[in-house]
């Protein structure tokens, strides 16, 4: 109760609650598929496995970065039930199954209009994180209206980048991102 | 990673969020606790933690990717808090997080402009 009351009143969710976007959905979403896991150990019914996949694929498909709690979901499970691995396996696959499934009507939408088999096309962050100007957190001036160093960069090696469709721009960051970090490991790693 | 655990919120200026910084040490303690007696349960408040922790370290650090964890965060170290009362008793425990809330308070004071 007392970990409920201070959540109510948490400075981050009440004072940024206009910063947050996907979050606001994202948090409810993957606290309820923790919580059926939580208790799928006095309940191993199929119902509650199910309806943590469901949760933590939902959480997924609202932030595609919360993708990877369901791998440390599935590790989780395995240790919850480290004397009886089979009955592990089957939770694992049913939760796994289903996160998967949930996911699945996005990833071919996507895959229909766009092309890419992606939950979200978004790679600014990535670049962001991992070029010659990073330094390790958000950095306003890349957002600053065709003006920022990096973006002219980019425009510079990818002529026409700024008028570039959605996932033309997203394989250019995931691209300069990856490339970074093989010609500076130690720059993009510190 | 230390961005990730810096208490120092996005805004315009910078602020200090005092609940993270009264949480983050005994959630860590929690947590060392639980993993030196193997228990499970705790642990599963750690995925997230790990999972936004890794998009930190790939991506890039920022107080919004952590927000998913911090719930689970707040469960562990409220968990902790009756576990601390029962080793070192319930006013030295009431003396340790009265005087880091007070410290927490005054930061968030000095440095709180939301």
């Known amino acids: 109760m007392v970990a409920g009351l201070l959540w109510a ?6 004072l940024a609650s206009t910063a947050l976007q996907t979050e606001s959905v994202a948090v409810p979403v993957l606290l309820t598929g923790l919580l059926m896991l939580a208790s799928s150990g006095n309940h ?13 694929g939902l959480a997924a498909l609202c932030r595609a970065n919360l993708v990877l709690v369901v791998p440390g979901a599935l590790l989780w499970l395995f240790m919850s039930y480290r004397r009886h691995s089979q009955r592990a396996l089957v939770a694992a696959t049913v939760v796994g199954g289903v996160a998967l499934l949930t996911a699945v009507p996005w990833l071919l939408r996507n895959y229909s209009r766009l092309g890419v088999v992606a939950l979200a096309t978004q790679r600014e962050p990535l670049f962001l ?38 996932v033309e721009k997203s394989r250019i960051y995931a691209i300069e991102a990856v490339t970074y970090w093989r010609e500076s490991p130690n720059a993009a790693s510190g | ?26 959630f860590l303690l929690g947590t060392a606790l639980a993993l030196a007696r193997r228990e499970v349960h705790p642990l599963l408040s ?39 009362a029962r080793r ?26 939301p």
Not at chain 1, 44 to 56: D, E, R, S, T
Not at chain 2, 95 to 101: D, E, P, S, T, Y
Not at chain 2, 105 to 111: E, I, P, Q, S, T
């Open chain 1, 9 to 14: 009143a948490w400075p981050a969710a009440v």
């Open chain 1, 44 to 56: 191993h019914g199929l119902l509650v496995h199910i309806g943590a996949g469901l949760a933590l």
């Open chain 1, 129 to 166: 994180g991992n070029n010659a100007w990073a330094r390790g957190s958000y950095d306003g001036e890349f957002f600053a209206p065709y003006a920022g160093r990096q973006e002219r960069w980019l425009e510079a090696r990818h002529p026409g980048f700024r008028m570039k469709p959605e």
């Open chain 2, 1 to 26: 990673m230390l961005l990730y655990f810096s208490p120092l919120q996005v805004g315009r200026p910078f602020w200090y969020d005092p609940a993270y910084a009264t949480v983050l040490p005994l």
């Open chain 2, 46 to 84: 750690l995925v997230p933690v790990v999972a936004t922790l890794a998009t930190t370290v790939v991506v890039l650090a920022m107080p919004r990717y952590r927000l998913p964890a911090e719930p689970g965060m707040v469960i562990v170290a409220c968990n902790i808090v009756p576990d601390l």
């Open chain 2, 88 to 113: 070192l008793g319930k006013e030295r425990v009431r003396g340790i997080l009265g005087a880091i809330v007070l410290v927490n308070g005054v930061l968030a004071v000095l440095f709180f402009s």
